[in-house]
């Protein structure tokens, strides 16, 4: 399976001619539904409803553009997809589908607080065929084992000591940058050296791939 890195919080997971898209959102200029990157796309996976992961309009034009393009995400976001069709389908913690021939576990329920003066929306996580887990916007560590972890390196709601407390939870095997569309290139090198060899040490190694590059997973 390749994974391909595009810009922050998205990914596409291709197998063969198998595609799926997860969060691709305001700060992914190089939309992989939109600019064509992605072709035979099947399966768009969206973890919440912020716009970095999610822009309504953009994916019902993908809908709309593609009859065989089916989209799975929590039923916040699916509200707002309301009128798509069957082709959107509600799901949370403990749900498990195929989507685009790759086996999904959901997991997690709320994106991680960002104020306590501000509402918490939705937020789901997706291990996909085992092997790759997106946890969106929340610190979730799923009850299984996680191969591949995408790490939301910097956000809001977060802070680095919180960052590799939670690469030490999971023990994954190895973590891939996301949700790293706000930093440049020097906070990009503070995130990468706190996480790996100047930080306090963690079990999982770390790299970030630059957007369009793709590795094996």
Not at 5 to 29: E, I, N, Q
Not at 45 to 51: I, N, S
Not at 107 to 125: C, F, K, S, T
Request: charged share 20%; net charge negative; proline share 9%.
């Amino acid at each position: 399976m390749q994974l391909t890195k595009h810009g922050h919080a998205c990914v596409v997971l291709s197998d063969g001619d198998r595609r799926l898209v997860v969060d691709p959102g305001a700060f992914t200029p190089d939309d992989p539904l939109a600019d064509g990157s992605a072709p035979g796309t099947t399966a768009l996976l969206l973890t919440h409803e912020h716009p970095d992961h999610f822009l309504p309009d953009r994916v019902r034009a993908a809908l709309d553009a593609d009859p065989g393009l089916e989209v799975w995400t929590n039923p916040s976001v699916a509200e707002r997809l309301e009128g798509a069709g069957p082709r959107v389908h509600a799901v949370g913690a403990g749900d498990t589908f195929t989507a685009a021939g790759f086996d999904v576990s959901v997991h997690g329920e709320w994106h991680a607080v960002i104020h306590p003066d501000l509402p918490r929306v939705r937020n789901v996580g997706f291990l996909v065929a085992g092997e790759v887990f997106h946890p969106g916007d929340a610190f979730t560590v799923p009850e299984t084992a996680v191969p591949t972890l995408l790490l939301p390196a910097h956000a809001p709601w977060s802070k680095t000591a919180e960052v590799i407390d939670y690469l030490r939870a999971v023990g994954a095997r190895r973590a891939l940058a996301v949700h790293d569309g706000l930093l440049n290139d020097t906070g990009l090198g503070l995130v990468a050296g706190l996480v790996g060899e100047r930080g306090p040490g963690q079990p999982t190694p770390y790299a970030r791939l630059v957007p369009g590059e793709s590795t094996t997973v």
